[in-house]
């Protein structure tokens, strides 16, 4: 495989997880070190009101299973809980089935709206109160991190998360929100009502991402590692 040649053929490999480099270790004899990307910090002063806006921006592909999203949604609408509402920001190969899928329930909990442009994005995350990020991939495929999930814990932001591996085990690390599982949508809903009523943990789950963002993924904490990491090799 051209990526075994490319691990072998390198002096260092750099890692961009914990998860990853375990796996590439244990393929070649090359050392791997970890070293995250880092991120812009995203500043966000929207205060948690009863209304809760529950907001995602990115791809709509299949990986990211947001129809799950939007049955859990539905859910949360059936039980006449009308403060809950989700935004899904971007496009993809799914957007289409995804609009189908809100006319054909006639969900009225869930907008779906345009990709927005970079600069736009720090408003988004602004007028939300809780931040999304799901994927389906498991296993040796779940070991990437999304660069959305640093922008996500730099906002002070709770997160809620539909992932395995990796991004799963930074959310618990880092305390900055709640995992839960697209297999049991109706138990994903009770979760995530019970935490919109529960404000004070949301204020928490924000301060332990924005904590864990600085220590982890603000840029010059990165520059810092990967000039110590250069430094070695020299």
């Not at 004899?29 to 809760?52: A, G, W």
């Not at 496009?91 to 600069?119: A, C, M, Y």
């Not at 640093?150 to 995992?179: D, M, R």
């Not at 982890?216 to 430094?231: A, D, F, G, P």
């Amino acid at each position: 495989k051209l990526s075994l040649y490319i691990y072998n053929s390198s002096d260092l490999l750099i890692a961009q997880s914990t998860e990853l480099k375990d796996k590439i270790s244990k393929q070649t004899r090359t050392k791997v070190v970890y070293l995250p990307n880092p991120s812009r910090s995203f500043l966000s002063k929207k205060k948690i009101e009863k209304n809760i806006s529950i907001g995602y921006a990115g791809n709509f592909g299949k990986v990211q299973n947001l129809d799950k999203v939007i049955f859990i949604a539905k859910i949360i609408r059936k039980k006449n809980i009308k403060n809950i509402n989700f935004y899904l920001i971007g496009d993809g190969s799914e957007k289409k089935k995804l609009l189908r899928i809100l006319e054909k329930n006639k969900i009225n909990n869930v907008f779906i709206k345009k990709r927005i442009s970079i600069n736009k994005i720090t408003s988004f995350y602004n007028q939300m109160d809780i931040l999304l990020i799901n994927s389906n991939l498991k296993g040796h495929e779940a070991v990437i991190i999304p660069s959305k999930l640093q922008a996500y814990l730099s906002t002070s932001k709770p997160i809620i998360s539909f992932c395995e591996g990796s991004v799963k085990n930074i959310i618990n690390n880092s305390k900055a929100g709640i995992n839960l599982s697209n297999l049991d949508l109706d138990s994903a809903a009770k979760k995530i009502i019970n935490l919109t009523k529960n404000k004070n943990k949301m204020i928490k789950f924000g301060i332990n991402g924005k904590n864990f963002f600085k220590k982890n993924y603000e840029l010059k904490i990165v520059v810092k590692k990967l000039n110590n990491i250069i430094s070695k090799c020299l």
